[in-house]
């Protein structure tokens, strides 16, 4: 298993920042991200979409799903592609003048000999990934309180 981690400091309540965060079309907006066909629950866990990104120069296509949510702790989303299932666990935290987001990713890559090393470079693939991602929830919720 490899793991990425990363955390962003909001200034916003961190009710405001979890709902935020549950519309996957939100906390998913990235330029190499497209979501489509989103089935939003009311309660998160259950909640879906289809994306499209590209890695390593591939168009690929999957399905991401939130299977945990525990308000206003954490939302736990399963993304499943062709070769890579990655797990992103985000949390929520209420600190001095706002919220901590902390974004981790892991990886199972079972397979014989290089599961390990395709672990660690789906990890060191997906840094600026999740900074952009982290990044994007705090300006996004911080101009929306300017």
Known sequence: MATLTRSVTIKAPVDEVFDYALDVRNLWS???VAVAEVDLKPEGT???CRIWSHMLGFH?????EYTEVVRPERIVA?????MEHPTWTFTFEPIA???KLTGT???H???PVVGGTVEKMNVKEHEPFLDAMLGNVKAALEAKAA
């Open 46 to 48: 259950g909640t879906s």
């Open 78 to 82: 399963k993304v499943s592609f062709f």
């Open 60 to 64: 690929i296509e999957g399905v991401l």
């Open 30 to 32: 990235m330029p190499e």
């Open 109 to 111: 890559v079972n397979l």
């Open 97 to 99: 003048g706002g919220t």
């Open 105 to 107: 990713g892991e990886w």
